[in-house]
Nanobody, 124 residues
């Protein structure tokens, strides 16, 4: 079973920065692209950032040029560096493997298991 543990969230003022970390167990991390997802109150979970095993990245438009996803395959860890945070970035952030091409506007195929996520709150 894949296990993921997210950390690094917190309360920050608008314009601030945070760095999220996700440690994943199992070989699924090493052979699959990974994504950072987020779910705001009352909204569906959405894919925010995506990284292939080789390090190629893609982002949803709203975080482009502000967020950077990276991964350390030796440590089974994926990171999300977030700058210039906005109140609309407030959400619970999750990481997971992504099967198939990323979909920033709809359904992504992921393992059934999700971690507890990490809360990011941006105050105005």
């Amino acid at each position: 079973q894949v296990q993921v543990v997210e950390s690094g969230g917190g309360l920050v003022q608008a314009g601030g920065s945070l760095r999220l970390s996700c440690v994943a167990s199992g070989s699924i991390f090493r052979v699959n692209p990974m994504g950072w997802f987020r779910q705001a109150p009352g909204k569906k979970r959405e894919l925010a950032a995506y990284i292939t095993t080789g390090g190629s990245t893609k982002y949803t438009d709203s975080v482009m040029d502000r967020f950077t996803i990276s991964r350390d395959n030796a440590k089974n860890t994926v990171y999300l560096q977030m700058h210039t945070l906005k109140p609309e970035d407030t959400a619970v952030y999750y990481c997971n493997a992504v099967f198939g091409p990323p979909n920033f506007n709809g359904t992504n195929y992921t393992p059934d298991y999700w971690g507890q996520g990490t809360q990011v709150t941006v105050s105005s």
